[in-house]
């Protein structure tokens, strides 16, 4: 198995989406956004830095309901 580089890093990427999205959008929507750039992106990649960004208080991350999350951008 060959490891792709990629020329944006993932966290980057996610916060980019997320602006031209006006800051908000549902996990699975922003997972498929960002499957379109990275083919072999695991949905626990994906979950790690969901939760990376969110320590680092650049996203927060809530339950919309039982099995779907909202991600936006916090305001600064």
Not at 10 to 30: F, N, P, R, V, Y
Not at 38 to 63: Q, R
Request: charged share 25%; hydrophobic share 40%.
């Amino acid at each position: 198995m060959s490891k792709l580089w990629y020329s944006q890093p993932l966290h980057a990427a996610l916060i980019e989406i997320l602006q031209k999205k006006q800051g908000s959008l549902t996990d699975t929507e922003l997972y498929k956004a960002l499957r379109e750039n990275y083919d072999d992106l695991s949905f626990i990649t994906f979950n790690k830095t969901l939760m990376k960004l969110e320590i680092e208080g650049m996203i927060h991350v809530f339950n919309l309901t039982k099995n779907k999350r909202g991600v936006e951008l916090v305001k600064s």
